[in-house]
């Protein structure tokens, strides 16, 4: 702007555009859109991650309820991402193991997940299976059939909602990450940013690029769906069943029996909780 022959008073200009921002001159925003400068602005980053909470490893012996949950980010086009937390109750601690992102065929990907299920003993495996993960979905049904998949539910605004219930969680320190099984993962959430242009709602919304990168980001989001399904009063069966454990599968598979030897329509059940409920039962 400085070079800017049409400009008569740059330091006027400058004053306005803080003004109606609500920046100073030493802000990450004006050093970088008025002065084009790189400048690091831990503002509009989405995630918070204080580094006290990056640790070195899982302490599994703190306590004995552990449970175990994956996030699944697909594509085609982009990376595959895999999340895994480890979530206990008792603690009110979720630490984050490992998550990374390659580049994964469709049978590629289930046999990834179904190696983490060697490793992991799963509550929820937690999948996005719209957009580019509807294709992965219908494959497995063949060459990996007994892969729990639960789809993630999404509503509206539900990426700022996701990001702000970890972020509470963050700030109440009941979020840990283990840094040599997630790199990837803190790479992404030390570089992902709001977009200053909001929705149309006037909801927030990430800004998405090559330059902010958000798979491993999102595998995550998806798995912290399930740490607040154990966490949270009111979404426990009143015996103290959980939605997604086996039991759970296994009543809502006698319930739908029920139904049909009732000659009353249920609600089809997914391919993965029939296969999920055969091998349980």
Not at 162 to 179: E, G
Not at 189 to 218: E, F, T
Not at 250 to 278: C, F
Request: glycine share 6%; net charge neutral.
């Amino acid at each position: 702007m400085a070079d800017n022959p049409y400009i008569r008073d740059v330091d006027e200009e400058y004053d306005l555009a803080c003004a109606a921002m609500g920046w100073t001159r030493q802000s990450p925003g004006f050093l970088r859109e008025y002065m084009g400068l790189w400048v690091r602005d831990n503002i509009g980053l989405c995630f918070e991650m204080p580094s006290a909470l990056v640790v070195d490893r899982f302490p599994r012996q703190l306590a004995d309820d552990w449970r175990y949950i994956l996030g699944v980010d697909l594509g085609t086009v982009d990376p595959c991402a895999f999340t895994v937390l480890a979530y206990s109750k008792s603690l009110t601690m979720t630490y984050v193991l490992v998550s990374y992102k390659d580049q994964f065929t469709t049978i590629q990907s289930g046999t990834e997940i179904e190696r983490l299920m060697e490793e992991f003993s799963f509550d929820n495996i937690v999948v996005d299976s719209g957009g580019q993960g509807a294709a992965f979905i219908k494959q497995w049904k063949d060459t990996h059939p007994t892969i729990p998949a639960m789809p993630v539910r999404k509503g509206y605004n539900s990426v700022d909602m996701s990001i702000n219930i970890i972020n509470a969680d963050t700030r109440a320190a009941k979020v840990r990450i283990v840094k040599s099984g997630c790199q990837q993962l803190l790479d992404e959430m030390q570089c992902l940013i709001w977009d200053p242009k909001l929705s149309i709602s006037g909801a927030r919304k990430v800004k998405l690029g090559d330059n902010y990168p958000d798979h491993c980001v999102d595998s995550y989001r998806y798995a912290y769906q399930k740490v607040r399904t154990h966490s949270s009063k009111g979404m426990f069966w009143d015996d103290g069943v959980e939605p997604g454990s086996a039991a759970w599968i296994n009543r809502k598979m006698a319930a739908t029996k029920l139904k049909e030897l009732q000659h009353v329509e249920g609600p089809a059940e997914p391919y993965w909780r029939k296969m999920v409920g055969r091998a349980k039962l």
